[in-house]
């Protein structure tokens, strides 16, 4: 777009971005038509966003946000707070692929917004509805590269969701591979085995089996086998190895063969290999590390493999206190 033409269109806004913000000032015997200027900064909105004019779109959603407020229309103003925090985050993603230097500021107008916006829908009483913008901001600040400040976001949806455990414990899934980004090895252990222990609790279960079923079997699978990798990388001392990591670490070992029937919401090849993986880590025998990695590769998740891969490292360039 043509300088001049950019320069034209944010002169024009801000006149009229004053034009219908002084019919919101408060005159003797007359009260401002609070409606009307929502509609007109909503037009406003359309017309920026055209023009490509992200941030003062984002602006105009604020002062659409605070009639709403004004009106006592909650859901209009989480509308126009979610807009503006998603026009904001879109100037960011301009801003970093220019590699332009900043302060984060859009990212930061964003955050602000989604807050407020999450604010008005748990005074609604919507949480699910808060939820979602939490793991909304969550992944796209993980895909943002900030997976430290995407963790507390995940931790909060989490917790808004406690009554429907399956989207609840994806919040968690997501939260562990945050702390795994931010090499927190230990707390994505801690998490992980929390959400174990919660699918196999609150998960469906068929008559006369102790396996959960469905979303909640592949969660614990997935859980059990990140686990036994993290436990294999950081090597925690007898003495430090708490009860539920043992009864899991006991379940792998070559001494207690028959104990798969203790682990049946596993695959008998991956429990299998997984148990090698644990012997061959006990025996400090990298070659057969190598290989059991290339069998284990398409079986596990990136991340998964990611795991392995820095157990390896770690039994080829021992660190002395885990990663």
């Known amino acids: 777009r043509l300088p001049s033409v950019k320069m034209a269109a944010e002169g024009d806004f801000l006149l009229r971005y004053r034009a219908v913000s002084n019919k919101l000032k408060k005159r003797f015997l007359r009260k401002p038509n609070v409606a009307e200027a929502s509609e007109q900064f909503g037009q406003l909105v359309r017309e920026l966003k055209q023009q490509d004019c992200l941030q003062y779109a984002a602006f105009c ?49 964003a955050l602000n917004c989604y807050s407020f916006a999450i604010k008005v829908y748990i005074e609604m009483n919507q949480p699910v509805m808060a939820a979602s913008l939490c793991l909304e901001l969550g992944n796209t600040l993980k895909e943002m590269g900030r997976p430290g400040e995407a963790l507390v976001h995940f931790q909060r949806a989490a917790e808004l969701q406690s009554h429907t455990p399956a989207e609840a414990l994806l919040a968690l899934r997501a939260l562990a591979s945050c702390k795994i980004l931010t090499r927190d090895y230990d707390g994505a252990l801690s998490v992980l085995t929390d959400m174990q222990f919660q699918a196999q609790e609150r ?121």
Not at 85 to 101: I, K
Not at 264 to 288: G, H, R, W, Y
Not at 293 to 318: G, K
Request: charged fraction near 20%; charge should be negative.
């Open 61 to 109: 959603n604020l002062a659409m946000a605070r009639c709403e407020q004004t009106l006592f229309n909650a859901p209009g103003e989480a509308l126009a707070l979610t807009e503006a925090a998603r026009l904001f985050l879109h100037c960011e993603r301009e801003t970093q692929a220019l590699r332009a230097p900043g302060f984060s500021e859009h990212l930061q107008a």
């Open 203 to 323: 998960g469906v279960q068929l008559p006369g089996s102790t396996s959960p079923v469905g979303v909640f079997l592949d969660i614990a699978s997935q859980c059990e086998i990140s686990r036994v990798l993290l436990l294999m990388l950081l090597e925690p001392p007898p003495q430090k190895l708490l009860p539920e990591h043992a009864q899991t670490l006991e379940r792998y070992a070559w001494e207690s063969f028959d104990s798969h029937s203790q682990v049946t919401f596993l695959p008998e090849n991956v429990f299998l290999l997984l148990q090698s993986v644990v012997m061959a880590c006990q025996e400090k025998d990298i070659e057969s590390l190598k290989s059991l990695q290339t069998e284990l590769w398409p079986l596990l998740s990136p991340e998964q493999n990611h795991l392995l891969h820095l157990v390896l490292m770690e039994r080829v360039a021992p660190s002395g206190q885990g990663i």
